[in-house]
């Protein structure tokens, strides 16, 4: 059954399509290339925001954002690490500013 490139709610366009590149597999992908297109800019621009954390036992609502810089370094060292781990794209890293080996440092 063929498939055809989605974004979470609606098909790719043929206009989307037309400036798609191959890009290398992923280990999860069982040696199949991808596809790689350019992102567009959604409705919203989350960095705006810059990083926030929040105590989802203490505000569930998300109302008061924490202010821990060890936090927020541990945390970027595990997404990092995760990233890692399920093969995420050097793109990825690059966007969220984040090394693609190496150690996670404060302040970069």
Do not use: Y
């Not at 490139?5 to 206009?15: E, G, I, N, T």
């Not at 590149?21 to 567009?40: D, H, M, N, Q, S």
């Not at 989350?46 to 810089?69: A, C, I």
């Amino acid at each position: 059954m063929p498939c055809m490139p989605a974004h979470m709610r609606s098909l790719f366009s043929p206009v989307e399509l037309t400036d798609w590149t191959p890009a290398g597999p992923f280990t999860f992908t069982k040696g199949l290339r991808t596809i790689r297109v350019e992102a567009v800019g959604g409705r919203m621009n989350p960095w705006r925001h810059g990083t926030l954390l929040f105590d989802l036992e203490q505000d569930p609502q998300q109302l008061s954002p924490l202010v821990d810089d060890e936090a927020e370094l541990r945390m970027a060292r595990l997404l990092a690490e995760a990233m890692r781990v399920n093969d995420a794209p050097a793109s990825q890293f690059a966007r969220l500013g984040l090394p693609v080996q190496g150690e996670v440092l404060a302040g970069v």
